[in-house]
């Protein structure tokens, strides 16, 4: 079945530690999204990537930067964490006719600051 | 005028019953509106979607009902079960962006 993965389904690290969150597609979707989602709110758009183009959300803290290699592959790197910074990582596609339209998310990685 | 605000914050319906979840928005440049199910432990799913040519959507036991003039939709849950326990979260926006409601976590009792 085609899909969004997202590994490691919880990951702990500490606080100002570097973490690396991934998400693998085979959609074959151009437009990857990354959103946080603390506990009981809203999913919030961090950015997107239309092909290679970045769109970085305007308040989207600059501890936080994105790779994607490939169609199929984007990071999410979080360079500095802190306690506020834990929540789920979401990652979601969408092919270019359904920009912000018809997107299929990935299970999500639990993210612990400690 | 970027909010979605969504209501209520959680819902108990009886099996057999009708749920009911409001949302109501600012932005009148938005020209699409979904409403995303969750799953403990997962990701949103698209559950059903609506543009605003159009007053109602039905997709078997699930309608949409949009009011353009009050900038209000609705989710309708007919005949509730209990596999539909879940978060639901209503989202308004178009091709610039998508923006979120807070959720509403339906409980199903048999």
């Known amino acids: 079945d085609a899909m969004v993965i997202q590994n490691p389904r919880y990951q702990v690290t500490q606080f100002g530690k570097p973490v690396t969150l991934s998400c693998s597609q085979t959609l074959n979707h151009n437009v990857m999204y990354w959103y946080q989602q603390k506990s009981s709110q809203a999913p919030k758009l961090l950015f997107h990537?239309?092909?290679?183009?970045?769109?970085n959300e305007a308040d989207t803290p600059d501890n936080f930067q994105s790779r994607r290699p490939n169609t199929s592959f984007c990071f999410l790197d979080i360079r500095s964490p802190g306690l506020g910074d834990a929540a789920m990582y979401l990652c979601?596609?969408?092919?270019?006719?359904?920009?912000?339209?018809?997107?299929?998310f990935g299970s999500g990685t639990q993210l612990s600051v400690l | 005028q970027q909010q979605v605000k969504q209501s209520p914050q959680s819902l108990i319906v009886q099996k057999g019953g009708i749920s009911i979840i409001n949302c109501a928005y600012e932005?009148?440049?938005?020209?699409?509106f979904p409403w995303y199910q969750q799953f403990p432990g997962k990701g949103p799913a698209l559950l059903i979607a609506i543009r605003p040519d159009v007053s109602e959507k039905k997709e078997g036991r699930f309608t949409i009902s949009f009011n353009k003039s009050a900038k209000q939709f609705s989710l309708h849950i007919m005949d509730s079960q209990p596999g539909d326990s879940a978060t639901y979260f209503c989202a308004a926006g178009n091709t610039d962006k998508l923006i979120f409601g807070t959720g509403t976590r339906l409980q199903v009792f048999p």
């Open positions: 932005n009148t440049a938005f020209d699409y």
């Open positions: 990537y239309y092909d290679k183009d970045f769109n």
């Open positions: 979601a596609t969408s092919s270019p006719q359904f920009l912000n339209e018809k997107l299929f």
